[in-house]
């Protein structure tokens, strides 16, 4: 902001009273000589920054909002799925999933990741983890929906519903599916004796509870 | 820099509104009514511009399209949609910022409708070089049903439209080649999010050219527009992992292209042809749910004093002006009455109008009837400025005519905010409002 006139006046009264005055003349030292007038020198004061203070605070606003932006965009992909559209992490969906009894054996996915104790069956590496989904309720197995949307879960044979002779031919059961994380590589197997092969989208990872078979 | 003190503060605000008061009491009685209305105006618009913005959770009208390609490039999957990828990434932002629901994909797109509502001000203001002008400009497009429901709905219409007024706006206060390449670049962003954008490069060009106030060499700089907008494309490309060298962006865009020249073959019962846009042949419900007995709508009518009012200039102006033209004699009247920086910013609000219309009356041979009435949108925007610049101009000499316009502009939009910001109504309630069966969802 530029000074005002008053102010200019103002600032340069209070420099010639903060100036230093001559020294005073020491007695027995030769008279002064004549008194030369001082060549006037025009003191211009500094421009004043022209809205410094605007730009530097939008300038760290921009740098902060890109950079939250930045982290926001990181921290989605960590909240919602590639393969199912608006799950969000940390939510509970009732899904109706489409089984045969033998995906006990058949399903498997390989990674290295755990969240909150629910892993893969396998390594990336093909090793098994050591435990079976249909013993171990911590173990993850690929499941779709009957709307086709491909997950992550781990619980399922544990129901007390699928505890007893399962049917022979194809079935569905409603579950409780609640998301406990976003696998972003993940290797799938469909048959007990098939390959394991890369899923090139993110999946949901979670837990199965409530399952019942729709009657 | 001197800090201000509290007392300083104090003393300021009081000596200010010490100004305003008689400011207040200096004004005429019919300016000080438009005055209370615009405020009214204002305000109004953007309380129900905001007020249940998130309501109906679910996805409404186009939607659906726009706010999953959002979440794609969120996510980096590739966009499927047949629109630039701007206005979708612009979406986007909203969704990080509050997640996949109704107020992430509708945020942005309302950020971008209130800030129309301020460049509304500025361009009238820049361009009859009159506050008041600006000032009736903003309070038009805050009571406006078609600006309000855009608003309020993740589109991208809104979006396109705010940065069509920043590129006329950066056009018209144009000083130098830089401000030139600014309004290149912020049309380039328009172009980005709906192509029709582009058509603001014609009155921005034309404002350069008559305004004079640049080197007319200047108006090459627009030609930034594709590059801007090849650039964003290429980047839309690259964020979700697809080629993006310049050959493969340009093979998308012309593929998409194509396929936009093709749409004719397509059927949908909301479209209207471009002549019932100016007389409301068929404006669309953008939004509604019901509950219970009350249903909440937001309709694209606009508000219908404006709106009657535009067509007519927009027929009776360019006519009179033709005829003053023609029969130099007449002139001196017409300025009389209206002015010279009035006539030439209404006629450049006018080829505003017209370059947007433009395109829909080209391609109608291929397009055929597959067109919809929010593409008129962006050419009511600029017939809103012109009447507002129309309306401050009168306002010197026929104060209780403008005041009782504005009056009545205003009762119309307090009876039809309900079916613009979606109040809970009945069905009867909201057919009195939309008389017309094609007016109605």
Redesign the interface.
């Known amino acids: 902001m530029s000074p005002s006139p008053e102010e200019v006046a103002g600032d340069s009264s209070i420099a010639a009273a903060d100036a230093p005055s001559a020294p005073a003349p020491s007695s027995g030292a030769p008279p002064a000589p004549q008194e030369i007038s001082a060549p006037v020198v025009e003191v211009k004061a500094p421009p004043a920054p022209k809205n410094v203070l605007l730009y530097s605070l939008s300038g760290f606003l921009c740098i902060g909002v890109a950079l939250w932006l930045i982290l926001a965009w990181a921290g989605y992909k960590d909240k919602y799925s590639q393969q199912t559209e608006g799950w969000r992490l940390g939510s509970t969906k009732m899904l109706e999933i489409t089984l045969i009894r033998d995906d006990k054996k058949n399903l498997a996915c390989a990674s290295e990741k755990a969240f909150a104790g629910v892993h893969c069956g396998f390594r990336i590496n093909g090793q098994p983890w050591g435990t079976t989904p249909d013993t171990d309720p911590n173990v993850l197995q690929p499941f779709n929906t009957v709307k086709n949307e491909l997950f992550l879960a781990a619980g399922l044979w544990q129901s007390p519903i699928l505890q007893g002779t399962l049917p022979a031919e194809r079935f569905t059961v409603v579950c409780n599916y609640h998301i406990l994380g976003v696998l972003k590589a993940v290797s799938l197997r469909w048959s007990a004796t098939g390959t394991f092969g890369p899923v090139d989208q993110s999946v949901t990872v979670g837990n199965l509870t409530d399952c019942v078979i729709p009657q | ?1 001197r800090i201000p003190t509290a007392h300083g503060l104090a003393e300021a605000l009081r000596g200010r509104y010490a100004q305003l008061r008689q400011a207040w009491l200096d004004l005429p009685a019919p300016q000080r009514w438009i005055t209370a209305f615009l405020v009214a105006m204002i305000v109004g618009g953007v309380v129900i511009r905001i007020q249940g913005v998130p309501w109906p959770t679910w996805f409404t009208f186009d939607e659906e399209p726009f706010v ?1 390609n959002a ?1 794609s490039y ?4 590739a966009d499927n949609n047949d629109h630039p990828p701007f206005g979708k990434m612009l979406i986007a ?1 909203g ?3 509050f ?2 629901n109704s107020l992430g994909w509708r945020f942005v797109p309302l950020l971008f409708g209130l800030q129309s509502v301020c460049l509304a001000y500025w361009l009238a203001r820049t361009l009859f070089n009159s506050k008041r002008a600006g000032w009736m400009a903003a309070a038009f497009m805050a009571a406006d049903g078609f600006f309000i429901s855009y608003s309020r709905s993740g589109l991208l219409d809104g979006m396109m439209i705010s940065f069509m007024l920043w590129g006329m706006v950066a056009a018209i206060c144009a000083r130098s080649w830089k401000s030139v390449l600014i309004a290149g670049v912020l049309i380039g962003f328009s172009t980005s999010v709906k192509w029709s954008g582009a058509m603001t490069a014609v009155p921005a060009a034309v404002a350069i050219l008559l305004l004079r106030r640049v080197s007319i060499y200047s108006i090459l700089w627009l030609a930034v527009v594709p590059i801007v907008h090849t650039l964003i494309w290429m980047g839309a490309l690259r964020l979700t992992g697809k080629p993006s060298d310049p050959v493969s962006t340009w093979k998308v865009i012309i593929g998409l292209y194509k396929h936009h020249l093709d749409l004719g073959h397509y059927k949908n019962e909301l479209t209207s042809p471009w002549y019932g846009w100016p007389i409301l042949m068929h404006p669309i419900v953008v939004k509604m749910s019901t509950s219970g007995l009350k249903s909440r709508y937001s309709s694209s009518i606009g508000n219908l004093l404006f709106w009657s009012t535009t067509t007519l200039l927009v027929v009776a102006f360019p006519i009179t002006t033709l005829v003053i033209a023609i029969r130099s004699r007449f002139k001196r009247y017409w300025l009389n009455f209206l002015g010279m920086d009035t006539t030439r910013g209404a006629l450049l609000m006018l080829l505003g109008w017209f370059s947007f219309m433009a395109p829909w009356l080209a391609t109608r041979g291929t397009r055929g009837n597959y067109t919809f009435s929010h593409y008129y949108l962006p050419c009511y925007a600029f017939l809103l400025v012109m009447l507002a610049g129309f309306a401050a101009h009168l306002e010197k000499k026929h104060g209780k005519l403008i005041a009782g316009y504005i009056g009545l502009a205003l009762a119309v939009s307090i009876f039809y905010a309900p079916v613009w910001g979606e109040f809970s109504i009945s069905t009867a309630a909201a057919n009195h409002r939309l008389w017309f069966v094609t007016w109605r969802p």
């Open positions: 820099m999953k979440h969120a996510l980096s999957i932002v969704m990080l910022i997640g996949y």
